[in-house]
């Protein structure tokens, strides 16, 4: 798969006759949500762990130097914390384009932290895409992290910045938290 899947993106879903879409974030768009939105709520997502598995050259490294940011992968039994957005489908033309590299997005059951329920997209870096690095043991994501940069600044803001705003949800992620602690140590 190519890495910009922007165009892709638009032929997955059809939003006719939709005045709004749920949306699911459960990395940078927690703490960036730079789109308008409708309605902004605590989510999860069951069945999903993240992981600094997905290569950024267009956002927080180069092509010649990517960057670490987050995908999603399967993890029965997990329990993804993030937060919803109620959006315009029209929304989705800037989204697809900020995450472009790589990412798909995939329809998915949200739990709203008062119990209710949706059906939210959520956009999803499988291990197909060209820009997926898969596993390294979580120092050597950490080192990566510590000397990536790109257009949208240095890599260990993107964790640093996820990790306040999960401790904000109230969210535990042993595999953010642990990536925090070797970048801040480093």
């Known amino acids: 798969m190519t890495l910009d899947t922007s165009s892709l993106n638009k032929t997955r879903q059809d939003f006719s006759g939709r005045e709004s879409v749920w949306l699911f974030g459960y990395g940078s768009l927690i703490f960036k949500a730079d789109f308008p939105y409708l309605e902004r709520r605590p989510a999860s997502i069951r069945g999903w762990a993240r992981r600094f598995w997905q290569g950024s050259h267009d956002h927080r490294g180069t092509p010649e130097s990517p960057g670490r940011v987050l995908t999603l992968v399967e993890s029965p039994g997990t329990v993804c914390a993030g937060m919803a957005y109620r959006v315009a489908p029209a929304v989705f ?53 510590a000397g ?39």
């Open 93 to 145: 033309d800037h989204l697809d384009v900020r995450e472009k590299n790589g990412y798909l997005r995939f329809s998915t059951p949200m739990t709203f932290a008062d119990g209710g329920h949706e059906e939210g997209l959520v956009y999803i870096a499988t291990e197909d895409n060209a820009a997926f690095l898969g596993p390294a043991s979580e120092e050597m994501i950490a080192r990566q992290i």
């Open 148 to 186: 990536s940069h790109g257009p949208s600044g240095p890599n260990r803001d993107y964790l640093l910045n996820l990790a306040e705003a999960l401790r904000e949800l109230g969210a535990e992620d042993d595999h953010v938290f642990a990536l925090e602690r070797f970048l801040l140590a480093l």
